[in-house]
Nanobody, 123 residues
């Protein structure tokens, strides 16, 4: 029903910043809670951040709390992930996900997934 496309990934030095974007198709973006996950080679997919439909509530994984910020602009059908103080451990493919239910910190809570965007942090 909805298609998600991530962008903004790339190569950045340790301590630097990146902002990821996730653009959603359709005319009813605001009905979806949104989340960001990441997956590094050889590791399980990890919850990064989530945001409610209105943007009024956010949740973060422990590993990124205080460094990353999730936000959304429903008028642009876009969710963002601002990543600051990046470290090599943040290197992963980052995935955008949407949920027709409440925001969740688990993959099973999401119905729609993007293809991912690579983030590489060099030391």
């Amino acid at each position: 029903q909805v298609q998600l496309v991530e962008s903004g990934g790339g190569l950045v030095q340790a301590g630097g910043s990146l902002r990821l974007s996730c653009a959603a198709s359709g005319r009813t973006f605001s009905i979806y809670a949104m989340g960001w996950f990441r997956q590094a080679p050889g590791k399980e997919r990890e919850f990064v951040a989530g945001i409610s439909r209105s943007g009024g509530s956010t949740i973060y994984g422990d590993s990124v709390k205080g460094r990353f910020t999730i936000s959304r602009d429903n008028a642009k059908n876009t969710v963002y992930l601002q990543m600051n103080s990046l470290a090599p451990e943040d290197t992963a493919v980052y995935y955008c996900a949407g949920s027709s239910r409440v925001v969740a910190a688990i993959t099973s809570g999401y119905d729609y997934w993007g293809q991912g965007t690579q983030v590489t942090v060099s030391s």
